[in-house]
């Protein structure tokens, strides 16, 4: 395995732990749960580099890491593959699943994704779903980001001609700068008919398994 590749697919395994427990990782916690064919001393030594070249962070609490948002971007950019949605979630998903009647989807988008789900039908009618969700993510206890993505998405309708312009009609990860809703959270969104359908969550979220959602509903409706 290359440099490259090695030190990506151990930031990899870290971000993946980390979508999974909202919790700082720490190297006892990968050698214990992935096989990197490596020593402990090894595996704290790699993440020492991560962290100085900036991929991971190590909170002040905590002795663990966390991925930074340029760790997100590589990872992003790096590891998220195609992925089969179960056949549970596809049927789920196709009751009632018609263009006429996505909010009816959305909610079951919401409810599978555990997440927030936003609807832009054009500039000035836009709806969404699964707002509480959100806020019982681990991320947003804080009743300041509660507040400021409260504002944001009373103002969604707002966002859209930018979300559409950024998404180009693919399927696409907004993170960061590209981010209207603010670098404290993350986005998956798509364009299905000059509809704009989106995942809000943390950054933590799993951005494969709510693209392959998307991509399905897409793929079933165009």
């Given at each position: 395995?290359?440099k490259?590749s090695?030190?990506?697919?151990?930031l990899?395994?870290?971000i993946n732990?980390?979508i999974k427990?909202?919790k700082p990782?720490s190297s006892?916690?990968?050698v214990?749960?992935?096989d990197?064919?490596?020593?402990?001393?090894?595996?704290?030594?790699?993440?020492v580099?991560?962290?100085?070249?900036?991929y991971i962070?190590s909170?002040?609490?905590?002795?663990?890491r966390?991925?930074?948002?340029q760790?997100?971007?590589?990872y992003?950019?790096?590891y998220?593959?195609?992925?089969?949605?179960?056949?549970e979630?596809?049927?789920?998903?196709?009751?009632g699943?018609?263009?006429?009647?996505?909010?009816?989807t959305?909610?079951?988008?919401?409810n599978?994704?555990e997440?927030?789900v936003?609807?832009?039908f054009?500039?000035?009618?836009t709806?969404?779903?699964?707002?509480?969700?959100?806020f019982?993510?681990p991320?947003?206890?804080?009743?300041d980001l509660?507040?400021?993505i409260s504002q944001?998405?009373?103002?969604l309708?707002?966002?859209?001609?930018a979300?559409?312009?950024?998404?180009?009609?693919?399927?696409?990860?907004?993170?960061?700068?590209?981010?209207p809703?603010?670098?404290?959270?993350?986005?998956v969104?798509?364009?299905i008919?000059?509809?704009?359908?989106g995942?809000?969550?943390p950054?933590?979220?799993?951005?494969?398994?709510?693209?392959?959602?998307?991509?399905?509903?897409?793929e079933?409706?165009?």
């Open positions: 395995m290359g490259k090695r030190k990506s697919a151990l990899s395994a870290i732990e980390y427990t909202a990782v006892g916690i990968i214990d749960n992935y990197f064919d490596c020593s402990p001393a090894t595996i704290r030594n790699k993440m580099i991560l962290e100085e070249e900036g962070e909170p002040h609490t905590s002795a663990g966390i991925p930074t948002q760790g997100w971007q590589l992003i950019a790096e998220l593959e195609s992925e089969d949605v179960s056949s979630e596809k049927t789920e998903l196709q009751k699943l018609k263009l006429d009647n996505l909010k009816n959305a909610k079951k988008l919401g599978m994704s997440l927030t936003f609807i832009g054009s500039e000035h009618d709806y969404f779903t699964g707002l509480a969700n959100l019982r993510q991320e947003f206890q804080e009743i509660v507040q400021s944001v998405v009373d103002h309708e707002e966002m859209m001609p979300i559409k312009k950024v998404l180009n009609s693919e399927t696409r990860v907004l993170i960061g700068d590209e981010n809703f603010g670098a404290d959270s993350g986005v969104a798509t364009e008919n000059k509809v704009l359908v995942i809000l969550g950054v933590r979220m799993d951005y494969q398994k709510n693209m392959a959602r998307l991509n399905f509903i897409k079933s409706l165009t």
